[in-house]
Structures are given as C-alpha cells and as structure tokens.
C-alpha cells in the first residue's frame, strides 16, 4: 500500500479492476482540456489573451492552451471574490444549505470520475488506475467530509463573572487565496477549497502550471452544483506572475499554500511586504523510515518502504526518502528492499496496471537524474536503478533508484529530491537513529519500526515531524490532520484543525443588567 496523503482505501466493489475495461489511449486522443480562467463562473481568456502550451510528460504530446495569468487575471478574481464575499451570496446561506451544496459538488466530483483521472494522469503522469483509486475518492471524501462537518461546529461561551456574557465565535477570514503543487492536483486543492468553502469564504485557486486542468474543472463542478458564481475562482498560470500577484494581492485574507519550502518562504515575505494576510504553508519533506532489530516483519517492513517511496513516482511530500536500519539488519534488509524495486519499474500511465508513471516535466526529471549523479559523486552506492528509461515514449521516467551508503550530510540525504530515489542510511543505536533522522531542516513524517513497545513509544514521541507511523507509514484519513514541523510549514490541512486556518476569532461581549452580586 502507497503512502500518499489524503489517499483513501478503496472496497473492492469500486476497484477500477471490476469496471469493464476502457481504452484510455483511445479517450486520451479525444481529450480537450480547456485551459481557460474561471472567474465569475465563467471561463474566459487572461486578459490579454496570454496563453502557454502544456504538454504531457506521459507521451510528450500537446494538451492545450492553458491562460498565462498575471495580475489583471488575479485582480479580476479576487473582486469576483470579494464581491461575493461582501454580498454574503454564499456565507450567509444556512448551513445546512451550503452542506447541500457541498454534498452536490462531492457527487458530481465521483460523477466525472474517469474524465477528471485522465485529466490529472494525462496532466502530471501518474498511473490512471492509481488517479482512479485514490485521487479522485480522495478529493470526493474530502469536500463530502467537510460538508458533513460544517454543521455540527458550535461556537463557545467564556466562564465569565454573571455581569456578562462573552461569546467566542468564528467567522470566515474572507477572501482566500489557494497555490497549489502539481504532484497531486486535486487532493491538494480539495484540502483547501473544501474548508474554506465550508466555513463561508470565497476562493482564488492557483494551480501549479505544470497540472492546471482538474482544478478548473472542479470550479465547473461546484457552480453545477450550487456554489454562486464569483464564491470560487481559479487563476492558471505561472508561479512569479499568476502566483506572485495572488500572494501579494492587498485584498487577500489568508493564503493556504502548499509547495516546496523555497516558494513557502517567499509566501512569508509576500505577506510582509503586502497586508500581513495570514499564511499557512505546508512543505517539503525528508521524512526517514526506521527500522529496528526487534521489528518482526522485516518483509511487510520492506514492501512498506518501497511501496510509500516509489507511489506516484517518488513525488511525495511524505515519501520515505530515508531508510535508516540498524547495522545488524542491515545487509538482510537492504537485500528485501532491492528485491521490491521490480513491482515499482515505470510503464505505461494509460495502462490500468502500471505501477509507476511519468516525471512531471523535463525540468523535474533533470533535479531527479542530477540527484542520483550527486549520490554517486558523493560516494553512496548506488544498488539498483538510476537511469532514465522509456526514451522512445516521448515522456519522461525514471527507475526506482535505491543508495547503499549514504552518509546523513551528503545531499541525497538531506535535499528534497522529489523523485524515486531512495537512500539508506545505517546506524548502531537508538539515540543515533533519531539523531539522524532528526538532522534535516524538515519535519513532516517518520515512521518506527519496533515490537518493543516501550522503544516504539519513545522513538514516536523524540521524532520531530508532524505525523509519525508505528510498524506502517501509509495509514491516513482524512479525519487527522496533516502538516509539518520545522521547515515542513506551519498549518495543518485535514481534520477539523483546518477550519482554524479560514476563520478568524472573534469575541463578543454583552453586558447583562441586573444580575445579582
Ligand atoms: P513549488 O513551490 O515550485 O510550486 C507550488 C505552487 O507555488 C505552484 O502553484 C507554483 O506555481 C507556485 N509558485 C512557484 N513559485 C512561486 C512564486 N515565486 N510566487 C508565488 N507562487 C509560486 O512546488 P511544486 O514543485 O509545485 O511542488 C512540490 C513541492 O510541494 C515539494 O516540496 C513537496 O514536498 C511539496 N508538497 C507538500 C505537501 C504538504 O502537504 N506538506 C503536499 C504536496 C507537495
């Protein structure tokens, strides 16, 4: 089983397995994705009519125009928003009425379901049967989860002396700006839309260029569904211009983002060099894999750690990128894990049983290969994989790539590489293993793999990333919250935690006459 945030189990009656087969290379020929802007609920071209081509790193074939947003795109969006916002057309509806609409939008997203995992895999490159099974149930249950909740919240009343009452209540922030990564289009723009659209906000959603084409569709989706036009919007485009302009719009509330560390920083000084909207980031990661000598099942241990590294082609946030094994089960554990790489090659994305897809792009495909060089240069051992391959598909893939060796300074042990390159590291004893894993300036995952439950607990509880995994590293609802320590960001999507990021606290205080004291 894949570590993948937000992934959801599937039962077995909506395996994709059991649909009867459909020709993916067939309906990928017929698709047309529109690459136009959603503002006021309605497509229409960037302003000066600016356009890119995207193509598919599946195949290498031309997808379409999508709009190169920039400022006038953003700005028209965000007083759509606004607009929207100030007239109360959507936060002052009833909740159980916007539950509705959200419920709707839930529905109509499992209703397009083939046509939005072809997008998302004919977009980004991952394995149609994995958009099928996970991202697209994944983004479904997320906005049908926070429908469900966005009722059942009740405010508080402070325990404050009989001569007054002090309500504490939470409003919606107001206009919120969503920048969003490409490595899982929807499921990360559904961990914003959902509860910012829950709690009564209006929305600006700016996809990652590289995967711009489910999230207009999700726009489509939600005003089909009920949602007033101008309450979501989505901006395509580039990271400095259509992404820029939004992060330092004067009229934007909040920015939920999720990217790589680099561009979270720039979202901080966005907001300092702009209104001081508030900003939460959700980051890149390191996260390591620890394998103790009294872990039973070095076998499931093993398939777990290939399997969470190399889903969705090593382009996790929370992939494990490094396994640390103690030095006695080392030589036995790597010989396990070498033995998984064959069920992860690459193949087609368009074909149900593939494993593992495409690189994004070129340019990330170039940061993978050039990591793997660096591990060499560095003088880790490289045991398996390491080469480009599928050249004559006209996309870009790379083979599961597993290091021996690895020192915890050199660079494939401490950068985000954001690819299927994993590295293991060995260590003698407890308190080096979490010194090791410790020892990134990220925090966003770990997972310990002990029987003694006295050493489980402890390593659980010195371990510094927001989410750690006892004997498994791929369980996940969306029910628990997901963020990082230290430079893995600072908000937490999922759960009822992320209502905190798209509302702000108010108290209210009323005197109360003729109370006795
Ligand atoms: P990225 O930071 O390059 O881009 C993310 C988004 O920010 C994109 O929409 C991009 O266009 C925009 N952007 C880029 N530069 C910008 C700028 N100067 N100003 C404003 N916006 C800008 O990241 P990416 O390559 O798209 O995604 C990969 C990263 O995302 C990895 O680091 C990964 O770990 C991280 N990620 C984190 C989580 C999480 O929940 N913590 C989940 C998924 C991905």
Known sequence: MPACAGMTKLSLKESPMNRPAIDWHARAAEARPDGRCFIEGRRVEAADSVSYDKYSPVDGRLLGAVARGREADVDAAVRSARAAFEDRRWAKQPPAARKKVLQRFAEAVLGAREELALLETLDMGKPIGHALAVDVP???????????????????????????????????????????????????????????????????????????????????????????????????????????????????????????????????????????????????????????????????????????????????????????????????????????????????????????????????????????????????????????????SGGHYVEPTLFDGVDHRMRIAQEEIFGPVQAVLRFRDEAEAVGIANATPYGLQASVWSDNLSRAHRVARALRAGTVHVNQYDEDDITVPFGGFKQSGNGRDKSLHAFDKYTELKTTWLRIDGAST
């Open 138 to 392: 994944a983004t479904a249950r997320c906005i049908a989860w926070y429908a469900e909740a966005l009722d059942k919240r009740y405010d508080e009343i402070a325990p404050t002396a009989e001569t007054a009452l002090a309500l504490i209540t939470r409003e919606p922030v107001g206009v919120v700006g969503a920048i969003v990564p490409w490595n899982y289009p929807m499921i990360m723009a559904a961990w914003k839309i959902a509860p910012a659209l829950a709690m009564g906000n209006s929305l600006v959603l700016k996809p990652s260029e590289k995967s711009p084409f489910t999230a207009l569709r999700l726009a489509e989706l939600a005003l089909e569904a009920g949602l007033p036009p101008g309450v979501f919007n989505v901006v395509p485009g580039h990271g400095a211009e259509a992404g820029e302009a939004l992060a330092l719009h004067m009229d934007v509330d909040a920015i939920g983002f999720t990217g790589s560390t680099r561009t979270g920083r720039r979202m901080l000084e966005y907001a300092g060099r702009s209104n001081l909207k508030r900003v939460f980031n959700e980051l890149g990661g390191k996260s390591a894999f620890i394998v103790f000598p009294d872990c039973a099942d070095l076998q499931r241990a093993a398939a777990t750690a290939a399997g969470s590294m190399y889903f969705n082609q090593g382009e996790s946030c929370n992939a494990p990128s490094r396994v640390l094994v103690h030095e006695d089960i080392a030589d036995k554990f790597i010989e396990l894990l070498a033995a998984q790489l064959p069920r992860h090659a690459p193949g087609d994305p368009l074909l149900p049983g593939t494993a593992m897809g495409a690189i994004v792009d070129e340019v990330q495909l170039r940061t993978v290969l050039g990591y793997i060089e660096a591990g060499r240069s560095e003088g880790a051992r490289l045991l398996a994989g390491g080469r480009q391959v599928r050249l004559d």
